[in-house]
């Protein structure tokens, strides 16, 4: 059963501390507890080398996400739990346009997190491969 305290946290809640060089989580602990309190904490362990730390209201997360914190002198950025992230499908593109092309276009919306995927449209027969084709390169169907 889990606690009452803790049913209502989200990962929106958390929080990410990678610090670049040996820290304990009680140090970085005690760095964010400067910024929001430290009574703000619900949560708070290592976890593949970060701290994740979760935290009584998202507002308090958004603040030290927009500070970071400070670590033995040292400027430590802080990550959300969350990355907001939009997928993009393209369809129906022609084979005249390149990949570097769409790539070069969609990253002026932000930062491109995962490859380019080629999917097939389903069509099976020899006088589709065209139409395959997904910024210049061919996809041979199965």
Do not use: W, Y
Not at 22 to 30: D, F, N, R, S
Not at 62 to 70: A, S
Not at 122 to 142: D, F, H, I, K, N
Request: hydrophobic share 40%.
């Amino acid at each position: 059963m889990v606690n009452g305290d803790f049913a209502k946290l989200t990962r929106k809640h958390g929080i990410k501390i990678s610090a670049g060089f040996a820290c304990t989580v009680e140090e970085i602990g005690l760095a964010v507890g400067e910024k929001v309190g430290h009574g703000s904490f619900k949560s708070l362990a290592r976890m593949n080398s970060a701290v994740v730390i979760f935290l009584d209201q998202v507002e308090k997360v958004n603040c030290v996400i927009e500070t970071g914190i400070t670590v033995r002198e040292m400027f430590v950025q802080v990550q959300p739990l969350m990355l907001p992230a939009t997928k993009v499908i393209l369809s129906n593109v022609p084979p005249f346009i390149t990949d570097e092309f769409l790539s070069r276009e969609l990253s002026r919306h932000g930062k491109r997190l995962s490859p380019m995927k080629k999917m097939l449209s389903g069509c099976r027969g020899r006088e589709s491969l065209a139409v395959l084709g997904s910024g210049g390169t061919m996809v041979r169907p199965r």
